[in-house]
């Protein structure tokens, strides 16, 4: 029996993690998978009303799930930086997510602005370290507000923390069993001091792997590889802050956030699953968002579960629908409503 965590969120968060549950529901009743589900109301009305972000208590029940599956954070009356640092970084750092992974993938019947590029030529998953470097909030103001202030923001790396996403990365990329290889994506020519730590360590932890090719690419290097050869990646392992960017680059050689999913893992606890896209204030209560990414959000959930069979079949699911029923990705122009494409994804899999 799985007690599934669900944070519907902010703006379009509850509509697709609607689809994502009644997917999840057919898929329960075809595989005979027994859960269910807890729901929290985190986010930026709850913050409005109460000014609380994630209460103790909440993190505490969190822990005792065996997953979280989250819509949307973010609203437009909160300052940036609330709801993202109180809610979202205060998770991933609390529940220790460390691994956040961004599977980037070009289903067929989905257009990307990559011109020539094919499934199977977009294909390959980002490893991001998801609880240190740039996101650690460690550094501060010197005579904030005067004409000689000082901003510092400092990049915290550690052997122990780089070290277990390397080996995850590692691990993930001998599992998946593709083109076994790995690139460590980094800036080794200017942060001599950071990523001569990564580096280091991931010369160390390849020696355990003799069966993975080592790889190396600056990060702006990457960024010109992802769109103009991005068949030359299988799994690419980076720190926190080039792996927000790059996953969002990703995104979008992938049919972007309609589609993007990632996970925020704890590989020895409770796992936090999410769709890229945020919480889309502009198509909120209209029924036209792309529930597509909540569904994969969900199927890399039933995977990190164990359920490969059902997540497999989501997958099937996700493929058809993409293919044969929608017209596009894009919001509001899918040729279906957000629940039509849940309706349809549930329906494939019930009839499957
Ligand atoms: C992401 C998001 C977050 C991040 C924000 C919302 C804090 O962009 O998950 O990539 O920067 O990590
Ligand atoms: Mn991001």
Known sequence: MYKIAVIPGDGTGPEVVTEGLKVLGSVAKKKDI?????????????????????????????????????????????????????ILLKMR??????????PVKLFPGVETPIKDKEPGDIDYVVVRENTEGLYTG?????????????????????????????????????????????????????????????????????????DITPDYAHVDAICMWMVKNPEWFDVIVTDNMFGDIITD????????????????????????????????PKYTGKNVINPIASVSALQMMLFFLGEDEAALLVESAIKKVISQDMKSMAAGQMGHSTSEVGDLLADFIAKS
């Open 138 to 210: 460690s550094g501060g103001f010197l005579k904030k507000g005067t004409p000689d202030e000082v901003a510092i923001q400092e990049s915290i790396n550690t052997r122990k923390g780089i070290e277990r996403c390397i080996r995850y990365a590692f691990d993930f990329c001998r599992k998946r069993n593709k083109d076994n290889k790995l690139t460590l994506c980094g800036k080794t020519n200017v942060l001599t001091y950071a990523f001569d730590l990564w580096q280091r360590t991931y010369d160390d932890v390849a020696k355990e792997y003799p």
């Open 249 to 280: 680059l990703a995104a979008m050689t992938q049919g972007g956030v309609g589609v993007a999913a990632g996970g925020n893992i704890n590989p020895s606890g409770v796992s936090m699953f999410e769709p890229m896209g945020g919480s889309a």
């Open 34 to 86: 027994k859960y269910e589900v807890v729901n929290y109301d985190l986010g930026g009305e709850r913050y409005k009303k109460t000014g609380e972000l994630v209460p103790e208590s909440v993190l505490q029940d969190l822990r005792t799930c065996s997953a979280i599956y989250l819509g949307a954070i973010g609203h437009p009356d909160v300052k940036p930086g609330i709801l993202e640092k109180g």
């Open 93 to 102: 750092f609390d529940l220790d997510l460390y691994i956040n992974l961004r």
